[in-house]
């Protein structure tokens, strides 16, 4: 394997070594759990859930750990709006949270901590970083003093007189330097709160993250993840208070997604132009969803729009009629058609197309390019399938090959997502025929709606009723 990742922190392709051999410690930025995830959020869930896929797929034992934060201001001010407490919140969006991961579906992650309950962890991270002089008490606030990193801002490539101070770095008169952000909050009255050397408080944002991965993956992650809008603070800071009191890299890669936009125009509040995925998921499959993320580079912007979806759901159904081909075929000669020995020809064909596909993904997760390899193998298995004889072992290879690249990308239902299995439409089918040739037609349309309202299309073909998934 030859798989490079575009890192952040270099700006370049690196090659992709693992600290240890045969595992990989991946940890992606998960949600403040204060609402429904919109699509810009469902961008990194599916993109590194094929990362992840990716990896594994080739071998990887993969410690995949996506956190929650389940307290901080945003949450403080929805749960008062709502009348209940954050704890009530977060329980009700998290509980959201992973109904819309799986219906986006992507896998679920191997560890996924909160905030909440990594407080200890958190305080005694703070603890040592006091201990050190690389962090101070002030008002009942605790602040990294980034004088004592100089490397501050080597993710984003600015320098300390650069750097613009944005939503999570307070300007404080608390604070030695304006650059120096919060890791424990004092708690304000009635706020929700944990005790600590430095009196009641909660913590700070970027804090989570350090104490998460020191407690679930060491001192260095092999791939750090998120969207492009983390890598200044948030990511920034990690890093500085990270390898502040470690002394090593926070990550040996730092992966970031691009934005999604909506019609060409930015996803803003302001603009009211926000879609919520769950609403989206009603009209919408997972697969075209993903198709969607998909068929754009990670690192590219993504635009969202009807036109966009729309070219997405063409593109599963013509990969979902290929592979439904390939199975209608398979059938017909498991029921005594003519079966040729194996196509080396079309094999090697094939092996050619499997070949681009992983190197595709070895290139920086090329996913667009990956998704091209899979169409060559549609085009080769659409003119096979021409012929009047195949051969079963063929039409299996191709269904294998097929696994395998969806076993990737998810953009296909597998057998187990399928809302029936392939042997129980085969025998409703039967019976459809059974009971038009003795004429209950009543019962042949039944059988028929009901194949229809699971999705499943029949036509008639010269070799017998074929069938489809929509």
Request: glycine share 6%; hydrophobic share 35%.
């Amino acid at each position: 394997m030859n798989l490079k990742i575009y890192d952040s922190m270099t700006r370049d392709l690196q090659p992709f070594v693992p600290r240890e051999q045969g595992k990989v410690n991946m940890y992606v930025c998960g949600p403040t759990v204060y609402d429904y995830i919109h699509i810009g959020n469902a961008r990194p869930v599916i993109f590194f859930d094929v990362v992840r896929r990716y990896l594994e797929a080739v071998g990887f034992d993969v410690n995949y750990i996506v956190n929650y934060t389940d307290v901080d201001d945003k949450m403080i001010r929805k749960a008062a709006e709502m009348g209940i407490t954050v704890p009530e919140l977060a329980e009700k969006f998290i509980a959201a949270f992973k109904e819309d991961r799986e219906a986006l579906g992507a896998k679920t992650p191997t560890v996924a901590p909160r905030v909440t309950e990594t407080i200890e962890e958190i305080v005694a991270f703070i603890g040592e970083l006091v201990e050190q002089g690389k962090a101070y008490e002030s008002g009942g606030d605790v602040y990294f003093r980034t004088s004592t990193f100089p490397e501050y801002g080597k993710l984003s490539h600015k320098n300390l007189d650069e750097l613009q101070y944005g939503i999570r770095i307070d300007v404080d008169e608390r604070k030695e330097n304006p650059q120096d952000f919060v890791l424990w909050k004092a708690a304000k009255p009635g706020e929700i709160h944990w005790s600590s050397p430095w009196g009641e408080g909660r913590p700070g944002w970027h804090i989570e993250c350090s104490a998460m991965v020191r407690k679930f993956a060491g001192d260095t992650l092999d791939i750090h993840g998120g969207g492009h809008d983390l890598q200044f603070p948030h990511h920034e800071c990690e890093i500085a208070q990270s390898e502040s009191l470690t002394g090593e890299p926070l990550s040996r890669y730092w992966m970031h997604n691009g934005f999604v936009n909506i019609n060409n125009e930015k996803m803003s509040k302001s603009l009211g132009n926000g879609i919520n995925v769950r609403q989206l998921l009603k009209n919408t499959s997972r697969y075209a969803i993903r198709y969607l993320m998909l068929a754009t580079h990670y690192r590219s912007p993504l635009n969202f729009s009807d036109e966009t979806i729309r070219q997405a759901n063409n593109s599963v159904e013509r990969l979902t009629n290929n592979r439904d081909n390939v199975k209608h075929r398979l059938s017909t000669v498991a029921k005594g058609s003519l079966s040729l020995p194996a196509n080396e020809g079309l094999r090697s064909r094939l092996e050619q197309h499997r070949a681009d596909f992983h190197s595709r993904m070895q290139d920086d997760f090329s996913t667009p390019d990956a998704i091209t390899a899979w169409f060559g193998v549609v085009s080769e298995v659409n003119a096979y399938l021409q012929r009047e004889a195949v051969s079963e072992s063929d039409l299996l290879f191709i269904l294998d090959l097929i696994a395998e690249m969806n076993g990737v990308l998810g953009l296909l239902p597998s057998e187990e997502e399928a809302g029936l299995l392939d042997e129980e439409v085969d025998a409703l089918i039967a019976e459809r025929t059974l009971a038009r040739a003795n004429r209950n037609f009543a019962r042949a349309d039944e059988i028929r709606d009901l194949l229809a309202e699971r999705g499943i299309l029949l036509e008639d073909t010269p070799q017998g009723i074929r069938w489809r998934r929509k």
